[in-house]
């Protein structure tokens, strides 16, 4: 497997071929992330556009939470415990 890595390796930084090529990739990885980038945009604004609605659900939640009146202790049914040593 090194055999081979470093063949690889030796043929593009060591030849004029393996150079050529070498430009041939960077170019067409330079044109790939030209065409992605208004894709990967519009993701990105989708996505800060579903996490602002979410946070706007959460506030509203948590703002009808907070304006209710609190639950009294007295409101809840008092129950006796029964005591268990028969």
Known sequence: MGTVVGAIGMFLFGTEKGQDLLQQMREELAKQAEKAEPEVKE?????????????????DKVE??????????AEFPKFKRKNNAS
Not at 43 to 59: G, H, N, S, Y
Not at 64 to 73: D, G, L, M, T
């Open 64 to 73: 009808q939470v907070a304006e209710k009146k609190p639950i009294q202790s």
């Open 43 to 59: 993701q990105i604004e989708q996505t800060r556009t579903l996490i602002a609605k979410a946070m706007d659900q959460v506030k």
